[in-house]
């Protein structure tokens, strides 16, 4: 019974894995809001579904992609951006602007906490006062500004982005859209006839309605942040219009085009509360778009089916039931949780590499194309790295390993991820399908090496000094999984290099140019030949190779993390203040984890006992 207990927990994990494909229902009483979370908009240069929109905006605005109101009922992302859209008012009631500075809440006369969500109607009466303090804290550069500048530099941004938002269909005041642009088309028709006939003027009472219309059209278009009128069968993404510049070019009722006339009936539906109307014109409008853009309306549709998986949430889950079994079988069963352990790790990966190849599917690029996503492959490469070195040593470690690895690097990418789409148009500097896919795809696996194996290094010193677990057999074949993976990392790096030099000579004029970047590769590849190296020439063992090892760790986050933080050179497009203070962190404990591999063997739990003759022939008894 006993072997079957490993693929029972898999099945388990399996269905709660399915039970994210369902769609969720709509609560009763609430809109049914499935078929309108696929229709697609265009923002930022890519087309994606409202449901991705409205995931994004409140992620920039509040942190999370859902919204607990006041009441502590929690509200979907696309539920509110239906409120946000379509009825402005009751959107400006909801706590959506995350505020982390108490100087920043004393200037609302609201209460000095460590962090308050407002809403818009909350901060509304100081409006200008954050225009103002915003616009200066604007002039600092970003590395300068103090605590209370960022923060309401933050602020200024979520305002004026939430304003934009909240008339990306039509401005804020407007309440019968579809009779008032019924009204409009009609007019501009009769006054196009008038003209064109002789010694007949337009009604003055309609010119006044077209330029009051047309004003209004036109501040619509110059402030909405999002595109929502698709173009006719076959348009490029450039023949996306807002729904003012559409209105602007109608010459009649009967040439509104169908974006804005389904979109201007869903707002009045939305704010007359008729639920079924709403449905039935959220399913025409996408049925339309399906025949019109099939392609389109196939992608968007995939994008909201990712969204409601969240693969990569669920990839963490795994990797943690994963780390935490192929620990316990060190302790108990270790035969039954390890193939447990092992059998999880498997289905977390491909849950990780769903969500890795849909974003490929999803932007059109390798797998590696931001930060965000190069957290994401470097997670993807160690666990499948790890799961290699279990299948080869069946101990346990390569399962925990790569548990945790990818379980840290998805946490890193969950934390990239909290400025919105991940998946934005590309930065010049990398436009270049054929160099993602070669010399960054290598240079990132690399990484992932590095890092695996100052896991692998750190799983080591943790046995050893804090447990008896690390015994002899174990020793040894930690040393050569660590050896083994360098030697991927030193192959991939060197590589990776090699083919970034080739790129920049062809886009940049020059092989090398010391820029922080490359010398933050270089490093890497160094590192890694020293520590070969230093092992062919005996200089090291065991302890010694572990310590450098996690040393490649300090580097390869200094590589992939560190050189972006310093804000210059031709690669300084990933520049990240906040993470600054977590890569500080990282490279303590990595020095911390080096201090305690030094540590004399009398003071580790797994040798103390031991004879020096045994230390010794386990290439243990000497510092190096």
């Known amino acids: 019974m006993n072997r079957f207990i490993p693929y029972l927990v898999l099945l388990v994990a399996a269905l709660w894995l399915g039970s994210s494909w369902v769609s969720p229902k709509p609560k009763p009483g609430d809109f049914d809001l499935r078929s309108f979370n696929r229709l697609p908009v265009l923002v930022g240069g890519r087309i994606k579904p409202l449901d991705t929109v409205a995931r994004n905006s409140l992620l920039i605005m509040r942190g999370k992609q859902t919204l607990r109101l006041k009441s502590g009922e929690k509200m979907s992302a696309s539920r509110w951006l239906a409120d946000v859209l379509f009825n402005a008012p009751v959107a400006d009631t909801y706590p959506v602007f995350a505020i982390a500075n108490q100087e920043v809440l004393g200037m609302f006369g609201l209460p000095q906490e460590d962090k308050r969500y407002c809403s818009f109607a909350e901060l509304q009466p100081a409006l200008q006062k954050v225009e103002e303090e915003g616009r200066l804290a604007a002039e600092i550069n970003a590395k300068q500004r103090t605590a209370f500048q960022s923060a309401i530099y933050n602020l200024r941004n979520s305002l004026y982005f939430y304003q934009q938002l909240k ?19 009609q007019a501009v028709a009769t006054s196009a006839a008038a003209l064109k006939q002789a010694n007949t003027q337009p009604d003055k009472d309609q010119l006044a309605l077209l330029r009051s219309a047309a004003a209004r059209y036109q501040a619509q278009a110059e402030n909405a942040y999002m595109l929502s009128v698709a173009p006719p069968a076959g348009g490029q993404a450039g023949d996306w219009l807002s729904t003012g510049a559409a209105l602007l070019r109608v010459e009649s009722p009967q040439t509104i085009p ?27 409008y996408a049925g339309w778009l399906g025949i019109e853009h099939p392609e389109l309306s196939g992608r968007t549709a995939y994008e909201l089916r990712f969204n409601q998986m969240e693969p990569f949430y669920q990839s963490m889950v795994l990797y943690v039931a994963a780390f935490l079994l192929a620990c316990g079988s060190w302790l108990a069963l270790p035969k039954g949780l390890r193939q447990t352990a092992f059998l999880l790790l498997v289905l977390a990966l491909a849950v990780h590499s769903f969500g890795m ?3 490929m599917y999803l932007q059109g690029r390798p797998p590696v194309t931001n930060l965000y996503s190069s957290a994401i492959f470097v997670g993807w490469g160690a666990v499948v790295i790890g799961l290699v070195l279990e299948r080869l ?10 548990g945790m690895v990818g379980f840290v690097t998805l946490i890193i990418a969950h934390h990239l991820g ?17 160099w993602l896919a070669t010399h960054v795809v290598v240079i990132t696996a690399g990484y992932s090496a590095m890092f695996l194996a100052g896991m692998l290094a750190v799983v080591y010193v943790g ?28 192959l991939f790096s060197f590589v990776g290099t090699v083919l970034g030099g080739i790129w920049a000579d062809q886009s940049w004029g020059r092989f090398w140019g010391w820029d922080p970047k490359e010398n933050g590769a270089l490093l890497i590849v160094l590192w890694c030949a020293l520590i070969l ?5 005996g200089f090291i063992r065991q302890r010694g190779l572990m310590a450098m090892a996690i040393f490649g ?18 690669h300084s497009y990933g520049f990240m203040d906040k993470a600054f203070p977590w890569l500080v962190a990282f490279v303590i404990a990595q020095g911390v984890m080096i201090i305690l591999s030094r540590l004399p063997a009398s003071k580790w739990s797994s040798f103390r006992n031991a004879e020096r003759r045994d230390l010794s022939a386990a290439g243990f008894g000497t510092p190096s």
Do not use: P
Not at 467 to 481: F, G, H, I, S, V
Not at 533 to 537: C, F, L, Y
Not at 553 to 570: D, H, K, P, Q, Y
């Open 418 to 434: 909290s400025n919105g789409d991940t998946l934005e148009m590309m930065q010049a500097v990398l436009d270049s399908n054929l």
């Open 533 to 537: 190296h230093a092992r062919w020439g």
């Open 553 to 570: 760790n300090a580097i390869t986050a200094f590589s992939w993390f560190g050189v972006n933080m310093l804000g210059v050179g031709l």
């Open 463 to 490: 046995l050893g000094v804090f447990t008896r677990l690390l015994t002899r057999e174990t020793a040894l074949a930690l040393t050569r999984m660590v050896y083994g993976v360098i030697c991927f990392a030193t």
């Open 258 to 284: 169908a974006s804005v006339a389904a979109f201007a009936d869903l707002g009045d539906a939305f704010r007359a509360g008729d639920h079924a109307a709403f449905s039935h014109v959220a399913n025409e």
């Open 167 to 185: 008339g990306s269909i039509h401005l804020e005041d407007t309440r019968n859209f579809g009779a008032e642009i019924n009204s409009y088309a």
């Open 393 to 402: 040593f069946r101990d346990g470690i390569g399962a925990a390993s790569a």
């Open 357 to 359: 190849f849909s974003r």
